[in-house]
């Protein structure tokens, strides 16, 4: 079984930066399209980023498009997510997660318990 640990929220003013971290177990994290997710109270949890195995390839949803950056470190088995330009509209609690291959907004796997980003406007 795989295990998510996300870290590196935090409250931020609008405008500001954070960059988040999930920090996996298991060997498959290497061989694995990972995924980026957000969820606020009351509504589902959507897609924000994903990265294919070698980081060769990378799909953001258009809301984060050209202000947040998804990274690997296969030799850490750690997934990044740099995200720049910080509006109040991304305050989420973000989790990572495994993602379909060939349809990257679908996770799979169990949920880590998320990290908490809060943007004040």
């Known amino acids: 079984q795989v295990q998510l640990v996300e870290s590196g929220g935090g409250l931020v003013q609008a405008g500001g930066s954070l960059r988040l971290s999930c920090a996996t177990s298991?060997?498959?994290?290497?061989?694995?399209?990972m995924g980026w997710f957000r969820q606020t109270r009351g509504k589902e949890r959507e897609f924000v980023a994903a990265?294919?195995?070698?980081?060769?390839?990378?799909y953001y949803s258009d809301s984060v498009k050209g202000r947040f950056t998804i990274s690997r470190d296969n030799a850490k088995n750690t997934l990044f997510l740099e995200m720049n330009s910080l509006k109040s509209e991304d305050t989420a609690i973000y989790y990572c997660?495994?993602?379909?291959?060939?349809?990257?907004?679908?996770?799979?796997?169990?949920w880590g318990q998320g990290t908490q980003v809060t943007v004040s406007s």
């Open positions: 997660n495994a993602v379909r291959y060939d349809n990257y907004e679908y996770a799979i796997g169990s």
């Open positions: 298991g060997r498959a994290f290497s061989s694995s399209t």
């Open positions: 990265i294919s195995a070698s980081g060769g390839h990378r």
